[in-house]
């Protein structure tokens, strides 16, 4: 039952990524569906990392409160690695 959970999602994320391609990228369906074009295309461009992000999200990650053992790295993390 979760090998058919796990490829439903993977498949849905597949379609997701071929939906940002092929309409919000100015693919051949986006003079068909312009509004949909628009939403997919700034989707793209948040997930490239070239807009802005969300004021929402913003206020959402500055109400987490930071603890003093997640806000530092391990010590162990400045060390070279061992062979």
């Known amino acids: 039952m979760t090998y058919v959970i796990i490829t439903v999602a993977i498949v849905a994320i597949a379609l997701c990524v071929i939906a940002v391609v092929a309409v919000g990228m100015r693919g051949s369906l986006a003079d068909k569906a312009p509004e949909v074009a628009n939403v997919l295309a700034n989707t793209a461009r ?15 990650f500055d109400e987490i409160p930071r603890s003093a053992a997640s806000a530092r790295s391990a ?3 400045s060390e070279p690695p061992t062979r």
């Open 46 to 60: 948040h997930l490239n990392g070239d807009a802005e992000p969300p004021q929402g999200l913003v206020d959402f």
């Open 75 to 77: 010590g162990s993390a």
